[in-house]
């Protein structure tokens, strides 16, 4: 059944969200010859227009200095008037900071079924499928919607391969009406100083946990990390332990990962950490405990000493890499 | 300040899980818990009327063993418990538990409604700030800081991906409390007594005026179809020896299988 798909084009301080190229793959599918709509909101974002619309889609551009940051406010009364507008089968959003602070109070607006943490999308008869994790990743949940109803859903990032570009794009400059009222206004962003990868977007990423002993070590798993080209993540216990910050955290209080790679260095892979890497594609452990619960889940275990394996294992990687 | 606060009662984290075929889970056995992420809603609360004083209503949609979940929250505090039970909730989907919520929110009139930012056992992230749409007041989500500006404002800071953004919010307001808000207290023998005579009531359905179509299974524009245990990985290899050796099949892996190399 073919039908119209809206996307949220996720972007902050005017670069898109990887995830996006995504999310406008996923709806290519949806649509099934039907319209893909995209939906991409700031201010200073023209560039990112154009390179939406080298993917085939139609960009509804609202660009409006009300829009600059990402206010609840504003952004749902703009994608609510789109959606009323273009009265899309289903409305896409990443599963991210901001995509799950927008996509409930849509929902909620549109009166719409709602599915969240989508780890698959798909038709079913008039309707949508969709899996999702559950239970801290101990069960998986099939979720359907009823009827005909529109669907507001948020989408795990690596959920769906990229769109390739195509032709047939096209950008439309909407007029925004500026929101009667913002009662929460974003004021500040505050980044954390660092090159390195977005942890739930990331292909490989590289963990830490207390077998590192200390912070004064955590960069032996900040080296491997940058050696793949990964991002950093950890367990909680040293999070607790205040070495890294919260957001580093995986598990089921903390990110949920599903990369191509994840290394866990020092971990010992407690159910609550396992939450947030399971569904990772390869998982390598490096422990020194044999009987480290972590070897359970790994598809290639090393049983030894980290402080050892980590700079023989950097270096080996920075060679292999300089020498592709 | 009149502080309303959400909590869900949801299987510990350590609990085993069964699938119990078809689409539901069994959980008769299993310890429940307060929703971690709700702890620190409910010591958010606790620590703001400390401050300015007023009034905490805890709200909890559950079961049976609801009482206790909330009796805790009576014992660190909170003046009044409202636990929401009707069979004809079952089946809601989450856009119906904020309907309920909402629903029983509605005539205590809050000033700032607190939630977790996640249910360790549905995984929505949603009904805080649903509720805030339907009671069409501001929300943040996932705060990690949380301060008063006089009577009528908050700021906020929350977590997004590599760092925080900074919210200044109008009340009345729905907060989303993530990890690292504050460090929930336990409850003292004091507050343990004082608990019991402190009001617990139960409202159903037609105690909170909800519309037939409100909630309920009927209502629910989305059913769960299939409930199934994760798929199990493969015993993997795990190797032993010296370092160097074990490098060297540990970069052959990343090359031919994990193909990052
Ligand atoms: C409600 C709840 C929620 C939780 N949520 C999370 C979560 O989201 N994420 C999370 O990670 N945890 C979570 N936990 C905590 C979890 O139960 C574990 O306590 C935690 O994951 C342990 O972290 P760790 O593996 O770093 O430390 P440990 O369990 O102490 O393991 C350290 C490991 O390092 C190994 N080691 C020691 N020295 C070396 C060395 N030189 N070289 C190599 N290895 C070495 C040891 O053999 C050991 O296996 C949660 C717990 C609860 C109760
Ligand atoms: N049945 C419920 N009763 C009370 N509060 C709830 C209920 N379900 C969800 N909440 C609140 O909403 C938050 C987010 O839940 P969820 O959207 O299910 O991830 C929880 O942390 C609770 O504070």
């Not at chain 1, 209080?253 to 020092?266: D, E, F």
């Amino acid at each position: 059944m073919s039908r119209t798909i809206l996307i949220f084009a996720e972007q902050r301080a005017a670069t898109l969200k990887r995830s996006v190229f995504e999310l406008i793959g996923l709806a290519q599918d949806l649509a099934a010859g039907g319209r893909v709509e995209v939906a991409l909101l700031g201010q200073g974002t023209g560039a990112l227009a154009e390179e939406l619309a080298r993917y085939g889609v139609q960009v509804h551009h609202c660009e409006d200095a009300s829009l600059a940051q990402p206010h609840s406010d504003a952004y749902v009364a703009q994608l609510h008037a789109l959606a009323s507008e273009l009265s899309p089968g289903a409305v896409l959003f990443t599963a991210s900071a901001m995509g799950r602070d927008l996509a409930p109070r849509l929902a909620a607006r549109l009166d719409a079924a709602f599915l969240a943490e989508c780890l698959s999308l798909a038709g079913a008869g008039d309707g949508f499928e969709a899996r999702k994790s559950m239970y801290g990743g101990k069960v998986f949940a099939t979720l359907k919607t009823k009827g005909n109803a529109s669907l507001v859903a948020t989408i795990k990032p690596g959920a769906h391969a990229a769109a390739s570009p195509a032709a047939g794009g096209a950008v439309r400059a909407v007029a925004v009406q500026p929101p009667a009222k913002v009662r929460a206004k974003v004021v500040a962003v505050h980044r954390e100083e660092t090159d390195t990868v977005d942890l739930q977007e990331a292909d490989i990423v590289v963990s830490g946990g207390r077998g590192l002993k200390g912070p004064e070590h955590f960069h032996l798993v900040e080296e491997l990390a940058k050696a793949l080209g990964g991002a950093v993540g950890a367990s909680r216990a040293i999070v607790d332990a205040g070495w890294v910050p919260h957001h580093y955290q995986v598990g089921q209080t903390g990110v949920t990962v599903s990369p191509k790679l994840y290394v866990a260095i020092g971990i010992s892979g407690a159910i609550q950490h396992l939450a947030g890497m399971r569904s990772s594609g390869c998982i390598v452990a490096i422990n020194k405990d044999a009987e480290a619960p972590i070897f359970k889940s790994a598809d290639l275990g090393l049983v030894g000493d980290a402080f050892e394996i980590l700079p023989l294992l950097t270096e080996g990687v920075r060679k292999a890499r300089e020498g592709a | 300040m009149k502080i309303a606060v959400l909590i869900k009662q949801v299987p510990s984290s350590e609990a085993r899980i069964r699938v119990a075929g078809g689409a539901s889970v069994e959980l008769a056995d299993v310890e429940l818990i307060v929703n971690p992420y709700d702890e620190y809603a409910m010591e958010a609360a606790l620590q703001i009327k400390e401050k300015v004083g007023g009034e905490i209503a805890v709200f909890c949609m559950g079961g049976e063993k609801a009482e206790e979940a909330l009796r805790t929250c009576l014992a660190l505090g909170a003046d009044r418990a409202v636990i929401l039970r009707d069979p004809a909730f079952a089946g809601s989907d989450v856009s119906g538990i904020a309907r309920i919520l909402t629903a029983a929110l509605r005539p205590f009139s809050p000033d700032l409604v607190l939630c977790g930012k996640l249910s360790i056992d549905s995984e929505n992230s949603a009904v805080g700030i649903m509720v805030a749409e339907l009671l069409d007041m501001a929300h943040a989500s996932v705060v990690t800081q949380l301060e008063l500006e006089g009577e009528s404002k908050v700021r906020v800071k929350r977590e997004i991906e590599g760092g925080l953004e900074e919210l200044e919010i109008e009340l009345p307001a729905v907060l989303t409390a993530n990890k690292g808000l504050n460090e929930p207290r336990y409850a003292s023998l004091k507050g343990i007594m004082m608990a019991k005579k402190k009001p617990m009531e139960v409202l159903d359905s037609s105690a909170l005026s909800l519309a037939a179509d409100a909630a309920g299974s009927g209502a629910s524009k989305v059913e769960i179809t299939a409930m199934e245990p994760p798929a199990e990985r493969s015993a993997g290899r795990v190797l032993q020896g010296e370092p160097a050796e074990m490098v060297g099949q540990l970069l052959q892996y990343l090359k031919d299988e994990a193909k990052v190399l």
